[in-house]
């Protein structure tokens, strides 16, 4: 269940209580409470269906061809070897400029300034 007034109705109304699953969107990286969606235990959901109060739709997916998984991995593969260069980037810019705020040549290591072939990642 998604929706807060579906969420308040039930647990109103019918005292179903379920169980939360969702994180809160201001806090999506702590665990100690729970937003929506709503997940209901098969007996809460029966009871619901049984008194008419709930009714199950089917949701059509359609179908996946391996062109389109090919064509994901592709974007996939090529978004991470993207990223990979744009962190070594950053990471040379930070090293560059630890060293010279400490007054250490910054030709020392001149292999880690170059730029990432696609070979190596």
Known sequence: MFKKVDWKLLRRNYRIVGHLT??????PKQNTYQGLPLKLLREEATLLLEKGIAELVTCNIPEINQSQIELYNHN????IMEQAKIIAKEKNER?????????????VNKEANKDISDDEV
Request: hydrophobic content about 15%; charged content about 30%; aromatic content about 8%.
């Open 76 to 79: 996939r593969e090529s978004n």
């Open 22 to 27: 969702g994180s809160l969107p201001r806090q």
């Open 95 to 107: 090293d560059l400029f630890y060293r010279e705020q400490n007054h250490l040549p910054c030709d």
